[in-house]
């Protein structure tokens, strides 16, 4: 027997002395409610209605259980509206600072189509763990090697200008005698601040023989972005970003680097409804769903973008030569070998 419908129907029909009004103000109907007293009459070993064709009245023991009854029922309406103020409130996630606008507000409204209302905390890597200690937030993607991580977000180089090659090499922005100029730099945000990233890209920039100051972490994507455009620079970054900042992006030649992300939270239960509900939603927004390969260049110009200059010499490290065919025409007709812009 359910014991708090009985009840509920007790209390309604003994309020308006007629199971007819009673089924009515309690949503069942005339035989459901008669059949729900039975059974409590029942259950309690009590009659607790006298019941007539003209009217329907408590009897003593119903005068003095139909308090304890209404309790019952306020206590379990209480609960449903506890429970349902719960179901619907929104679930914190901390995310990666570098996801844009359109991303995010994309992962709100996918989350909440199924069923999963959000509240994004948006934070470096290091903030997003403290999130979980300080329950700023119930559910964060924690930056992990991608060799241990749920989703890899592949890495390559981003600038203004189409290189015109299919990966991009470290190497050819090793400072040479005849090169003017500052020596070109690749930017890391802080989202790549991190030892599985930031030190094996470090590793890389040394062994290739690139100055200390070659490689730096600025403020943030923005701020990365922003030593980018205007300079013949180079953004660390995802296809995603690239795309959405108007960069031409090229996946890094001498090594694969990604960025690794696992889902952390202090109940299990929130991690595994965002991981069921959320992980292809998540990973299309941080881009983890598209090969590099299939990823476009972006073909808009970014604010500050430079006239590609005419001497071959300034453009041999990261762009065709000004005398070679256009690399979408010839594609394929070219070997991959190539097309990548390999050190001379």
Known sequence: MDLVAACRAFVHVSERGSFTLGAAAAQMSQSVASRRVAALEEHLGTRLLERSQRRTVLTAAGRELLPGARRLVRAAEVLEHEARAVAGRPLRLAVPDGCGAAALAGLVADARARGVPLRLLVAPPPERAESLHTREARVALLAAPAEDAQWQVELGLAGVTDPGVRKLYVETLRPRRRDSGPARRIWLQPEDDVPHV???LGRLCDALGLRPAQYATAEDL?????????T??????SWLEAEELGLHWRPLGELPLARGYVLGGGEQADVDRVHDRLGAVLARRLGADAPAADAPAAAAPAPGTPEAPASSGDTATTTARADAPDAAASASD????ATEETPR
Do not use: K, M, W
């Not at 070219?334 to 070998?337: G, K, L, V, Y």
């Open 198 to 200: 930031r030190d094996r």
């Open 334 to 337: 070219t070997p991959a070998e």
């Open 222 to 230: 923005p701020a990365a972005a922003a030593e980018v455009y205007g």
């Open 232 to 237: 013949r620079d180079l953004l660390l970054c």
